[in-house]
């Protein structure tokens, strides 16, 4: 299920407070239906906790996940994988982080 791209708050308030008010929470619930629909889709631009190699800096939890921005084919002709990203295994700051792949096969 889709959310409205443009989600409709009751109209004509009758104050400034309300018309403000109104204008306020129609930006945020646009916002937030434009980021439900990226995530709901699968598309990359949803997700928030993304880099384009490990993390060096930073608070992080153990089991954090940071997505790869910038995928590629890495290995040998023999064994060839994409890393997509990498999971904190012991919290700090930046953290432990390992790589999480995927064998992309031959």
Known sequence: MRLPANPVLP???DTE??????????????????KVNQ??????VGR???AASVPTTGMYAKGDFVA??????????SSKYVIF???????????????CRFLTGN
Do not use: H, K
């Open 11 to 13: 109209q004509n308030p």
């Open 17 to 34: 407070y309300a018309r403000q008010l109104n204008r306020a929470l129609t930006d945020y619930t646009r916002l937030v239906s434009q």
């Open 39 to 44: 995530l709901a889709d699968g598309r990359f």
């Open 48 to 50: 928030d906790l993304v």
């Open 68 to 77: 790869n921005s910038a995928p590629a084919e890495l290995g040998s002709a």
């Open 85 to 99: 990203g990498w999971m904190c295994i012991t919290a700090g700051e930046p953290g432990t982080f390992v790589q």
